[in-house]
């Protein structure tokens, strides 16, 4: 089965900053990558995703993620973090089974705190 | 193009009864997903439909399902309610079956239920 961990609860980080928040990943075959985030009361929203190509993926708000096959991470990264950044992020990995159905299953989230 | 909508926004049940909730996909939209989300737990998978059938279902009792209809609106119901279904419950749609291509997913603002 495939899975994703996100080995941090928190990350704090200082108003223009650079901000990195990790995610590893396990799955057979090729992987489909996301990151999310929530807002307080708020669904998700999606910022990027990785499915070939390119290692750095670029995506909504600045942010970008790194895939990197031999150490199975795709963190999330920001060059310069803003206050309005702090949230709940996610990281997904896609699933699929033998019926042609698919599934997406999620880490377990890292609150980012981001101070003035 | 308007959202994932989903209603209603928040709901108090007591146990023992049973809830619907509904969710709208983006327009064009034929694929639905549902995901429960608690504290505890996280986000975790409930069910996917594609173009109203049940394509893939997570590790729920018997007690969570679903329907899609023909304009790809869904509905999950939920029988007796138990204490520990207090959840936020998002749906998330995608214009084909989650998995074609590594589709992006975009997610309602979920419907909060409470139950006493």
């Known amino acids: 089965a495939q899975s994703v961990a996100q080995p941090e609860d928190q990350v704090n980080v200082a108003e223009g900053n650079p901000l990195t928040v990790k995610c590893t990943y396990s799955?057979?075959?090729?992987?489909?990558l996301f990151w999310y985030v929530q807002y307080p009361n708020r669904g998700l929203q999606f910022l990027l995703k990785?499915?070939?190509?390119?290692?750095l993926v670029k995506g909504s708000y600045g942010f970008e993620a790194e895939f990197n096959k031999s150490q199975t991470s795709f963190h999330l990264k920001k060059p310069s973090a803003l206050v309005s950044d702090s949230a709940l992020y996610f990281c997904?990995?896609?699933?699929?089974?033998?019926?042609?159905?698919?599934?997406?299953?999620f880490g377990a989230g890292t609150r980012l705190f981001v101070k003035a | 193009k308007a959202g994932v909508t989903q209603t209603p926004r928040y709901l108090i049940k007591t146990r023992g009864q049973q809830v619907t909730l509904s969710c709208s996909p983006i327009?064009?939209?034929?694929?639905v997903s549902w995901y429960q989300q608690t504290p505890g737990q996280g986000l975790q998978f409930l069910f996917e439909?594609?173009?109203?059938?049940?394509?893939n279902k997570g590790n729920f009792p018997g007690r969570f399902s679903g329907r899609q209809f023909s304009n790809s609106r869904s509905e999950m119901n939920v029988s007796t309610l138990e204490l520990g279904d207090s959840a936020l419950y998002l749906c998330?749609?995608?214009?084909?079956?989650?998995?074609?291509?590594?589709?992006?997913?975009?997610f309602g603002p979920g419907t909060r239920l409470l139950v006493l």
């Open positions: 998330a749609s995608s214009l084909g079956p989650v998995g074609q291509a590594g589709e992006t997913q975009y």
């Open positions: 799955v057979s075959g090729n992987p489909y």
């Open positions: 990785y499915i070939t190509g390119d290692n």
């Open positions: 997904a990995v896609r699933e699929g089974n033998r019926g042609g159905g698919f599934k997406t299953i």
């Open positions: 327009s064009g939209h034929r694929s």
């Open positions: 439909y594609f173009s109203e059938t049940q394509r």
